[in-house]
């Protein structure tokens, strides 16, 4: 009877495990696709914003630095037209810039959507950081934070924890010599 409850128990508890296993999956699928709803930027959004003003839809995409040169084109075409210059190829490059900003204000969203997805996909982005304090002191990483999976893979940081540890062991031996010295001092001071 003892061994009947007992394999009930056990296989209770892995159905158990095994399901809220499953169910975390479930959760980090679901926060993925939260955040990617929360981050991700519409392109009809960004062409109606520069439609209103230039470099607007940039910079609703996340890239404000792209619409820089649309905005001073827009800005410097009505100034032109203010100090005399008018014809024809002002008007259509005015029109042309503004349909190339349209595009680019569209292809800068989707630019922006297509990145916000590699990350999410890209398991290096996801590790959580550490502080490396230790080595980060000793100058061996620049930030003090690296992510668990990058550093192991980085035959840079190996090889600088390779030497650490090197310079650590030449201390240790250093110091034991000395203790050793110290030793047999106290020993013939003894005497």
Do not use: C
Not at 43 to 50: E, Y
Not at 82 to 101: D, H, M, P, Q
């Amino acid at each position: 009877m003892k061994k009947k409850i007992t394999f009930f128990l056990l296989l209770t508890f892995i159905v158990v495990i095994a399901g809220n296993m499953v169910h975390a999956e479930d959760k980090k699928d679901l926060y993925q696709l939260s955040a990617y709803q929360s981050e991700s930027k519409n392109p009809t959004v960004a062409v109606m914003g520069a439609w209103f003003f230039p470099s607007v839809g940039h910079a609703y995409a996340g890239d404000w630095i792209r619409g820089l040169p649309f905005l001073v084109i827009n800005l410097a075409i009505p100034v032109s037209m203010a100090y005399g210059a008018s014809g024809a190829l002002l008007s259509y490059s005015f029109v042309g810039t503004k349909i190339w900003e349209f595009v680019d204000a569209y292809s800068t969203a989707e630019d922006s959507n297509q990145k916000l997805i590699a990350g999410m996909s890209n398991p290096n982005v996801r590790a959580p950081l550490t502080a490396k304090t230790s080595l980060a002191e000793d100058g061996f990483l620049e930030e003090g934070f690296v992510s668990g999976e990058v550093a192991a893979e980085s035959k840079d940081v190996q090889d600088k924890i390779t030497a650490l540890e090197k310079k650590y062991d030449q201390q240790f031996d250093l110091l034991f010599k000395r203790l050793k010295l110290s030793k047999a001092e106290v020993a013939e001071k003894k005497d």
